[in-house]
């Protein structure tokens, strides 16, 4: 089994990065697809990122789109997201996901928070204004 462990979140003022970092126990990094979702306080959880097992297929929220980097490190079993010029909207807990790997190509494909069988604890990232 896979656990997920998510760090790297803080307070930061707008305009500035992050780099969240998800650790991934287990042996069966490689064989994972990962994404990152948000929660702001009163909202629904958001898709945010998502990289496929080979790295080659990555997907973004539009709201994010040239400003957040998911990547993933399989020597490491940690999966990224860099954070640049961030805005108070981008407020919320980030939470690692991860899925076996599947036949998946599209964005809705990796969007919908039910095909996750893995979640870690979140990291709380606060950006002021």
């Known amino acids: 089994q896979v656990q997920l462990v998510e760090s790297g979140g803080g307070l930061v003022q707008a305009g500035g990065s992050l780099r969240l970092s998800c650790a991934a126990s287990?042996?069966?990094?490689?064989?994972?697809?990962f994404a990152w979702f948000r929660q702001a306080p009163g909202k629904e959880r958001e898709f945010v990122a998502s990289?496929?097992?080979?790295?080659?297929?990555?997907f973004y929220v539009d709201s994010v789109k040239g400003r957040f980097t998911i990547s993933r490190d399989n020597a490491a079993n940690t999966v990224y997201l860099q954070m640049n010029n961030l805005t108070p909207e981008d407020t919320a807990v980030y939470y690692c996901?991860?899925?076996?790997?599947?036949?998946?190509?599209?964005?809705?494909?990796?969007?919908?928070?039910?095909?996750?069988?893995?979640w870690g604890q979140g990291t709380q990232v606060t950006v002021s204004s």
């Open positions: 990289i496929s097992w080979s790295g080659g297929a990555r």
């Open positions: 996901a991860a899925v076996k790997g599947g036949s998946r190509l599209y964005y809705d494909d990796y969007a919908a928070s039910t095909i996750y069988e893995r």
């Open positions: 287990g042996r069966t990094f490689n064989r994972f697809e």
